[in-house]
């Protein structure tokens, strides 16, 4: 089975720095995907990762450690946009590449 | 920058009655899915299309739900006989490849409330 567990909610002052952790369990393993869902609006792309390490983007940073079935999503520079929902997501390993999602991460950046 | 579109943006029907929820992929993609997320809960896969048929679905996904590709460029989802529990936010997404390396652009979703 799959399952993919991250923490329900967070909270982080704006400018400071948060890491949002996932770990997964998974038949087979396809890379892991993080997106960001504001309230009521559609998840959106923000990175992904097949390798283990760090990959960089602005901002944004994503860590993988295949070994450990381990992943985190780290904001430097907060602002009060960056409030939002933060989903972990890997795809199975059959053709059509369903996504399976993690419960989300509620992140709240107060001033 | 190409995006998914979906109509409508909400959608309140009677218990029993049929939805066609709409969805037009990026056109130059070939991978079609829907999912749903129920209010606070997550998201969750539905159903995946390519090359007009079904590549695979959920349990979620059963008799009641159906989903068509009528021309070239629309895609939808019928559910055929609605529940109070089919309440939730639909998505439509499209990618261009599967496989390994799946981005997967979602649409803004449609609202269905069942009442």
């Known amino acids: 089975g799959q399952n993919i567990d991250q923490p329900t909610e967070m909270t982080a002052t704006e400018g400071a720095i948060v890491q949002i952790n996932c770990t997964y369990q998974t038949s087979g393993f396809n890379g892991l995907f993080w997106y960001q869902q504001h309230a009521g609006e559609a998840p959106t792309f923000l990175s992904y990762n097949v390798l283990d390490g760090l990959e960089e983007k602005g901002r944004f940073s994503s860590f993988l450690s295949r070994s450990k079935g381990y992943s985190y999503l780290l904001l430097k520079e907060l602002q009060m946009k960056d409030s939002a929902s933060y989903l972990c997501?890997?795809?199975?390993?059959?053709?059509?590449?369903?996504?399976?999602f993690g419960q989300g991460t509620e992140l709240s950046v107060k001033p | 920058e190409p995006e998914v579109t979906q109509t409508p943006s909400h959608q309140v029907t009677q218990m029993g009655q049929e939805v066609i929820l709409r969805c037009v992929p990026i056109s130059n993609h070939l991978y079609f899915y829907w999912y749903r997320q129920i209010l606070g809960q997550k998201v969750e896969f539905l159903v995946s299309?390519?090359?007009?048929?079904?590549?695979?679905k959920s349990e979620i996904f059963d008799d009641q739900f159906s989903v068509e590709r009528p021309d070239g460029s629309n895609f939808t989802l019928k559910i055929r006989s609605t529940k109070l529990e089919d309440s939730a936010m639909y998505f439509c997404a499209s990618s261009e490849v599967s496989g390994t390396y799946n981005e997967q652009f979602f649409g803004p979703g449609t609202r269905l409330t069942v009442l």
């Open positions: 997501a890997v795809p199975l390993n059959n053709q059509g590449g369903k996504l399976i």
């Open positions: 299309f390519y090359n007009n048929e079904i590549s695979e």
